[in-house]
């Protein structure tokens, strides 16, 4: 046998503390259950603190003694030993030990061989024998807990409590016991898990105990968030009470207030009435005073006439009396023929013109009606192309200002463009080559329209500065300034002689400008919201307006009088336009709505809806058969009024707000909010 050997004995193989002391010592206590009594040779060296041995020549120690945190494993999971014993070649003892073989494949070097490498190697070896002996067939296996023997927990227990003497007598007694045989099979061979059981209770309870802490600094903070949130709680609820309160209160000056109006509303139909009546008055009172003082020129005219007759001064002087009275008669006959002649009936709002004529020197007289409306087929016809809506495409694109454009004017006599911008500007544009010819500014806000004098030698613009200039090309400047409405302005137009300018404004009333005498001529109220467009027809005393009261008006500009209303649109209008003829007037409101109306029978042609998006302006060709419609949703809206055909023509990135034909009808222009214009050209 091999002079050094490791051997492994019994279930727990190493030597207890005292069994290693009594052996070192010399006694001669040798355990049965260990084999045959043996001394350990002088030379041995053991670690009482977990009970290593290590044999060397001279006593050395060739093994490390065990680390604290060995030994604080052993005291968690249980003891296990290790024992390295000499056995010389002349032992007597019949006892057969088991040799280990060391194996090339897992003995140490000259250079590793010290205790800690010595350990892992056997560690090794003995797990990977256990793992081969001892493994399932599947799946891991689990780390089973071995218990300790009864006499090893006592004697572990006594060298704990330092109690050596104690030891040495149960030692003796008990292996003699163990000799004789006199220790019974009811005697448990192992230490029940009800200490360790109860060391790990005892560190769960430490555990639970630090966690009801926690528990209870958590409860004590969530108290007091608690008592926080109930303070503002009772906080917001007295807040909440008091809002209620001002609101019931408010509802009752509410109530209060609506039965106090509705006290009114009585009152004030009355009075809307009663200024009704008295406006109508008035215009009746003013026309007979203009009847009168007409009467009063003529007999005026006459007196000199009658004194200088021989033949009344032989009459008496009631004969004179009744002939000066019907020389005045004839006087007027005289003139009603002259009326006639001009191409009219004698009309009585005439003479007012004439009245209100000689208030001021410079004040410009009303032209006669070529009557236009009434006899449409008297207008010289001119040959126009008939394009369809499908002829159309998109010919070019200036960009013409930085902000939105409002308006495009057509220069009547040239292919020449007027633009007006909200950043202030307007400027004449040249349309084949698209060059700048003028540019001004002059206005304080933005502005809404622009119109060209019937002579297209100067411009008319309205803004939302509550003022109308108009400018003079020659000279490069503004000749004049408007001033009396008192909200912005947003359209403005000549008449076709050249002497009136009608513009509208948001103070709900339109107005009639003496461009001679620079003052306001009339002003027309009836509509109840902002009038949002106005127009003259051409060659025509008569006057379109457009409402967000959801109605058109025509005026008489001479007389100052409503001649018509319009009804049938939904929402607000946005824009009313003639046509050519002047027997038919579209026009567009907020929701998209289309009508056409005929103005001769005061009744609806057609209605297309268009929307839902707002339509902004109406224009009709030169020939009347098409209708060109600026519309929010960033297209122009070409329809063909005999079949109702309609066609988009798309290209603008925003709200499309003018849009105007040329002078023969070939090509289409339009502004839009992204600054830019459109000219579409009719396809050859």
């Keep these: ?41 002088r030379c041995t060296n053991v670690c009482f603190a977990c009970g290593a ?117 149960f030692q003796t007694e008990w292996y003699e016991m163990m000799q004789r045989g006199s220790l019974g099979a009811e005697l448990p061979a192992l230490v029940p898990d009800a200490y360790t059981h ?33 303070k503002e709680r009772d906080f917001h609820r007295m807040q909440h009470k008091r809002v209620i309160q001002e609101k019931n209160s408010l509802i009752k000056d509410i109530k209060r207030l609506k039965t106090h109006y509705a006290s009114y509303e009585s009152v004030l139909r009355q009075l809307s009435d009663k200024y009704k009546v008295a406006l109508k008055q008035k215009m009746f009172t003013g026309l007979e005073r203009d009847k009168a003082l007409g009467k009063l020129q003529s007999l005026e005219l006459s007196l000199p006439m009658a004194s200088g007759s021989r033949a009344q001064q032989s009459l008496g002087p009631r004969s004179d009396v009744q ?11 005289a003139g009603d023929g002259l009326l006639v002649a001009s191409g009219g009936p004698y009309d009585s709002t005439r003479d007012l013109a004439k009245s209100v004529s000689r208030r001021h020197p ?16 008297q207008v010289k016809t001119v040959p126009f192309p008939t394009p369809r809506v499908s002829d ?46 003028m540019m001004k500014e002059g206005h304080t806000d933005w502005l809404s329209c622009c119109c060209f004098h019937p002579n297209g030698g100067s411009l008319a613009t309205a803004s939302g500065d509550t003022t109308v200039k108009v400018w003079d090309f020659l000279l490069g400047r503004c000749l004049l300034t408007l001033q009396g409405h008192t909200h912005a302005t947003w359209g403005c137009s000549f008449h076709s002689c050249g002497l009136f300018l009608a513009s509208c404004s948001l103070d709900n009333t339109a107005k009639v400008w003496d461009v001679q005498s620079e003052r306001c001529r009339a002003t027309l109220r009836g509509h109840s919201d902002s009038v949002n467009s106005v127009a003259f027809l051409p060659f025509s005393n008569t006057l379109l307006t457009s409402s967000a009261d959801k109605t058109l008006s025509l005026w008489d500009a001479r007389a100052n009088l409503c001649t018509h209303t319009f009804y049938g649109h939904l929402h607000s209008c946005n824009h009313a336009a003639f046509n050519m003829a002047g027997d038919s007037v579209a026009s567009c409101d907020s929701h998209g709505t289309i009508k056409l109306w005929d103005t001769r029978k005061a009744a609806t042609m057609a209605t ?29 809206k070409l329809v063909e009024l005999e079949s109702l055909e309609m ?38």
């Design 1 to 41: 046998m091999s002079s050094e050997n490791l051997t492994s004995r019994g279930r727990s193989p190493r030597f207890s503390r005292e069994f290693l002391q009594a052996q070192v010592t010399g006694k001669s206590h040798w355990p049965s259950r260990f084999g045959p009594w043996r001394r350990l040779p």
């Design 53 to 169: 041995v290590a044999v060397g020549p001279g006593g050395r120690a060739r093994w490390k003694m065990a680390t604290k945190s060995e030994c604080a494993k052993e005291a968690m999971e249980g003891p296990f030993y290790l024992e390295n014993v000499l056995i010389p070649e002349d032992s007597e003892d019949g006892y057969q030990y088991e040799e280990v073989t060391l194996e090339d494949d897992w003995s140490l070097t000259e250079g590793e061989e010290d205790l800690e490498a010595a350990l892992k190697a056997i560690c090794s070896r003995s797990e990977d024998v256990v793992s081969v002996e001892h493994a399932p067939p599947s799946g891991k296996q689990a780390v089973s807990h071995i218990p300790e023997a009864v006499e090893d927990f006592l004697r572990n227990f006594l060298v704990r409590m330092g109690m050596h003497r104690t030891l040495d007598c």
């Design 198 to 230: 109860n060391q790990l209770l005892e560190q769960e309870l430490r555990n639970v105990q630090k966690d009801r802490d926690d528990y209870r600094k958590a409860s004590l903070r969530a108290a007091e968030s608690l008592v926080k949130l109930q």
């Design 323 to 333: 002939q000066n009275e019907g020389k005045p008669k004839r006087k007027a006959a």
């Design 362 to 377: 410079k004040d410009s007289e009303f032209p006669t009606d070529t009557s236009i409306n009434s006899n449409p087929s």
């Design 392 to 437: 159309f495409c998109l010919s070019g694109t200036l960009h013409a200002h930085t902000l939105p454009i409002s308006c495009l004017a057509l220069h009547p006599h040239k292919q020449v463009i007027a633009t007006a911008s909200d950043d202030h500007q307007w400027k004449i544009w040249d349309v084949p080559t698209g060059e700048v010819i």
């Design 608 to 636: 297309l809806d268009l929307g839902p998006r707002a339509s902004n302006q109406v224009a009709f060709s030169p020939s009347g058969r098409l209708l060109a419609v600026a519309s929010d949703d960033g297209t122009v």
């Design 647 to 684: 066609c988009n023509l798309v290209g603008h990135d925003d709200a499309v707000q003018t849009v105007i034909f040329d002078h023969k009808g070939e090509h289409l222009l339009s502004g839009s909010s992204d600054g830019t214009g459109w000219q579409s050209k009719m396809a050859v």
